[in-house]
């Protein structure tokens, strides 16, 4: 019986240490977890307040380097993929305004023949000035503002389109003299009346003859010109282009006027209709090729002749044309 009492009692003080044991290892573990967060907050702590090593940092920038060249190299594989569908379904589009030879030829040799032949080619401007201006510009919009739009046409002709606004602070008598004074400083070759005229223009690579009409309103004046591409009683140079310009001058307040043209033009062809390469017309378009190894696509001497001939527009347009048309206006008012 005693030795049964003894064996109890022994199995009672080891549970009892068991549980003793099982309570402080319990509590050592919870407090090495303490410890262990204690630790890593300081380390954070410490390492943010440390200069970083420079192979971690080269070690970094070499790993974003990378991630931006591959990328790179993703977009620009789908940018050649997108320009290749897009060549594949773009179909170039004709000249906006111009639909037959008739609207740019000439005909008649008697002076009353003359005269109804250049009304009769400006009329048709006149009638296409909604069309020329549709989305050029935001009437409400008095800014400044220079467009180029420019497609290729065949393989060696361009199709160029040029937007201008900008606003004078002169009258609109003054600003339409000034026009009328670079008119006149050219070869004027036929006057019908004070508002109808054939100006020859020199353009270097070749000349131009240029209808030109005066239409003056109570609120505005149009400045129609049109190149001519056949004439019955004139000569005409070897080159010839399409050329339309609309000039849009209206009155802004009392002392101003807002100066608002459409131009359209292609380059030059020869008479059997076939375009020159513009090597051999186009100062822009040698910059071009010049800037450019010699084994370049046309594609690619094209784009860049569009950049160089933007940047052309985007110095001289205020430099030149903009800047001539106010010192006039100043030294005439």
Known sequence: MKETE?????????RKHRHLNALEKKGLESYVSRLQATLDELVVWR???QPLSWRNVAHALQIESTTVTNTNSLLQAELRHRELVAQA??????ITTTTTWRQASLLGTTPSARQLGLSWLLQHMQHNIPRAFDEAFAWDDI??????????LRDHGAHIVVHKQRLDPFPMEDVFRFFQHQ????????????????????YGAATQNIAIQYIVEDHRVLILSRGIEHDDLRPLHALKRTWMDWIVLERHG???????EVYETTSWYSGDNDFVPMTTTSPWYQRAARSLL???????VFDKYKRIYQQYLDQAYPEVEIAECRQWCRQHH
């Open 294 to 300: 010699p084994a370049a696509s046309s594609d690619a």
């Open 254 to 260: 009392s002392g101003a006027t807002m100066v608002r």
């Open 143 to 152: 800014g400044p503002s220079l467009r180029l739009n420019m497609t290729r």
């Open 183 to 202: 008119h006149d400083s050219q070869t004027v070759l036929e006057r019908h009346g004070d508002d109808l005229q054939l100006v020859q223009f020199n």
């Open 6 to 14: 003894k064996r109890r009692r022994n199995r009672e003080q080891v």
């Open 89 to 94: 379904l773009w179909r170039p589009r004709p």
């Open 47 to 49: 390492d943010a307040r």
